[in-house]
């Protein structure tokens, strides 16, 4: 185990340059569409909002790295600038594995389909993912990958109860299909109370992988927020369908 550790701990740079790589290809993703949708007044809220997603993220991160992250991480810049752009990693990949799983292209359906919904969903989204990269960075631990598989923990389960709330409620096609700007914005509440859980489940000082596993079960909270979520949601959905009944 100590080889392994030893081993990750020396790819330090690697996955620093791999990072910045992914860094400019998430902010180059991002913000071509703002900039390609001419002319510029065009869904201009939209455009500020999803603008400055980015900036709130560095925002959140930064101040963890500064007053809660390891002792080592909080009084290195080095350490500050490299958790930041693993930060930005992070939220490309996991913008990613959303886009790929259900089909939410951000911000291309917000700006250029001026689908509110889904402006709603990727403001969560961002919010709910940098919680969760920033709850990992919480607490001492003795390297990168620490965070990477705390984070990953918390990565999963947000996934995994996505695609829960998405089998009982269909909410990602009334979201880029049918455009519901309703589920939209209960569905960014419960993607940001679900980041807030399970970041704070992530951290903590680390001690072994399986004591990890083990402290993350603290989030528990979160199967019953989205249970009852599930079921508000679904009463919605029946209440507009009684309505639109004859």
């Not at 389909?113 to 001492?140: H, M, P, Q, R, W």
């Not at 705390?150 to 389960?157: N, Y």
Request: aromatic fraction near 18%.
């Amino acid at each position: 185990m100590s080889e392994l550790i030893n081993f990750l701990d020396s790819m330090e740079i690697i996955v620093l340059i791999a990072s910045c790589v992914l860094l400019v290809l998430f902010l180059w993703r991002w913000y071509r569409p703002l900039i390609k949708a001419l002319p510029m007044h065009q869904n201009f809220p939209a455009k500020i909002m999803l603008g400055f997603l980015p900036v709130v993220s560095f925002v959140m991160i930064f101040i963890v790295l500064n007053f809660f992250a390891s002792f080592d991480v909080v009084d290195s810049a080095f350490y500050k600038f490299f958790y930041i752009v693993l930060g930005y990693a992070w939220l490309f990949a996991g913008l990613g594995l959303m886009s790929l799983c259900f089909g939410l292209f951000c911000p291309d359906d917000a700006v250029h389909f001026n689908n509110k919904a889904a402006l709603a969903a990727i403001i969560g989204e961002v919010f709910a993912l940098t919680s969760i990269y920033a709850g990992a960075n919480i607490g001492d631990g003795p390297g990168w990958w620490c965070v990477i598989f705390a984070g990953g923990l918390g990565l999963a389960a947000w996934l995994v109860l996505s695609f829960i709330f998405h089998f009982f409620t269909g909410i990602f096609e009334r979201i880029t299909v049918e455009r519901d700007f309703g589920s939209g914005i209960r569905f960014c509440l419960y993607l940001m109370l679900s980041g807030i859980i399970l970041g704070y489940a992530c951290s903590g000082d680390w001690t072994s992988f399986s004591k990890t596993v083990e402290e993350f079960l603290v989030g528990w909270a979160v199967l019953p927020l989205t249970a009852v979520m599930i079921l508000i949601e679904r009463f919605f959905q029946h209440r507009e369908k009684t309505k639109g009944s004859p």
